[in-house]
C-alpha cells in the first residue's frame, strides 16, 4: 500500500501509466473485448487486468492519478453501439460521469466497433476490467502535468 494512491491500482497498472508519455492511449476494456489478442499488438505487448472492477471504477482509479490531453479532439473515445451509434450504454454513462468527476466536461467522442479494435492496436497498453456490460470499451490518451 502506498499513501495517496487508489488501491484497485495495481503494480503493473501503475508502472504502465507511469512508462507513458504525453500522446499514448491506453485501452480500458470489458471481459468481451479480444484483450489479449490486441495488447499482444500495442507498446507494452501484454494484457493488464483490473478483473473485479467495472469500467468506472477502473476509470475513477486511472483518472486519480492519469492526465487528460487537452491539445487533441481525441483525447478519450468510447466503443459505439453495433446498429445504434447515439446509444450510451450503461458502462459508458458510468465512465461519463467518472470523467466529469475528474474535471474533464467534454463527452466523449465514438468509434465504430472496428475503427476501436484498429485504434486499440495503437495504444501503449490495454487493461482489461471485470465489466460485463456490453461496450465498455474505452480509449484515454495521457496529456502532461504542468510545472509546479
Known amino acids: 500500500m502506498l499513501k495517496g494512491l487508489d488501491p484497485r491500482l495495481n503494480a503493473d497498472v501503475l508502472h504502465a501509466l507511469r512508462a507513458m508519455g504525453h ?4 485501452i480500458l ?9 490486441v495488447a ?30 487537452t491539445y487533441v479532439p481525441d483525447w478519450a473515445a468510447r466503443m459505439e453501439v453495433v446498429g445504434d451509434p447515439e446509444a450510451l ?3 459508458a454513462a458510468d465512465v461519463q460521469a467518472e470523467l466529469t468527476r475528474a474535471g474533464e466536461a467534454r463527452v466523449l467522442p465514438r468509434v465504430e466497433r472496428f475503427a476501436f479494435y484498429e485504434l486499440a492496436k495503437q495504444a501503449y497498453a490495454v487493461i482489461q476490467t471485470g465489466e460485463t456490460r456490453f461496450y465498455g470499451c474505452f480509449m484515454l490518451r495521457k496529456g502532461v502535468i504542468p510545472p509546479g
Open 23 to 26: 500522446g499514448d492511449m491506453l
Open 29 to 37: 476494456c470489458d471481459t468481451n473485448f479480444p484483450a489479449h489478442a
Open 40 to 69: 499482444a499488438r500495442t507498446v507494452l505487448g501484454r494484457l493488464l487486468t483490473m478483473e473485479n472492477l467495472s469500467s468506472g471504477e477502473a476509470a475513477r482509479a486511472i483518472l486519480s492519478v492519469l492526465p487528460l490531453d
Open 89 to 91: 450504454p450503461e458502462a
